[in-house]
């Protein structure tokens, strides 16, 4: 079965500094990737995702993320945080089988980032 | 266009009770996903069903079965709650069979006692 590990756990920065989550997985074949957020209180909201072509993709609120297939890795990366930035970050993968279905999404444990003003 | 509403938002229940929880999706979706989350396994996918039909299972026991109907709205059960099974339970959309981008309810945060 497929894991997603995300190596940060808690994460916090000063506003303006840049920002870079690590996500790895672990599965051989072709996945979908995705990047979600969870606002305190508020519900998950997508931030990206990747299926297919540029392997740096752009998100929504200035997020970006860079799929490294070699690496298996789709870190999420943003040059200048705002502290409304703060949030629970979890980065998610979805096996795609050769015969077109998909599996459910498998996230991570997620991150926690802190912004201080 | 509508999000993915959850019903209801809160819920407390014995244990040996038995719960369900409706999710309707966006209009238009045909994929409904239902998730586990609590603070010590974090996220975890429970079931998903396409045009009426389970396709995925997770890891959860028997205890958990859901169903959707012809309208796409999906309904999840669960039978002899146990204190264990206190979480927040997500059900998200999409438009794709092929695990396209998913929209995610506020959740049904269910507690057990």
């Known amino acids: 079965a497929q894991s997603v590990s995300q190596h940060n756990h808690h994460v916090i920065l000063s506003e303006a500094a840049s920002l870079e989550l690590g996500c790895n997985y672990s599965y051989g074949g072709t996945v979908n990737l995705f990047w979600y957020v969870q606002y305190p209180g508020q519900h998950l909201q997508l931030l990206l995702k990747?299926?297919?072509?540029?392997?740096l993709v752009k998100g929504i609120k200035g997020f970006e993320a860079e799929f490294i297939k070699s690496k298996f890795s789709f870190n999420l990366r943003k040059p200048s945080v705002q502290w409304s930035d703060t949030a629970e970050y979890f980065c998610a993968v979805i096996p795609m089988y050769s015969g077109g279905g998909a599996d459910g999404l498998t996230f991570g444990k997620g991150t926690h980032l802190i912004i201080q003003p | 266009k509508a999000g993915v509403t959850q019903t209801p938002r809160y819920l407390i229940k014995t244990r040996g009770q038995q719960v369900t929880l409706s999710c309707s999706p966006i209009?238009?979706?045909?994929?409904v996903s239902w998730y586990q989350q609590t603070p010590g396994q974090g996220l975890q996918f429970l079931f998903e069903?396409?045009?009426?039909?389970?396709?995925n299972k997770g890891n959860f026991p028997g205890r958990f079965s859901g169903r959707q109907f012809s309208n796409s709205r999906s309904e999840m059960n669960v039978s002899t709650l146990e204190l264990g099974d206190s979480a927040l339970y997500l059900c998200a959309s999409s438009d794709s069979d092929r695990g396209g981008g998913y929209t995610f309810g506020s959740g049904t945060r269910l507690t057990v006692v």
């Open positions: 209009s238009g979706h045909r994929s």
């Open positions: 069903y396409f045009s009426e039909t389970q396709r």
């Open positions: 990747y299926f297919s072509g540029d392997p």
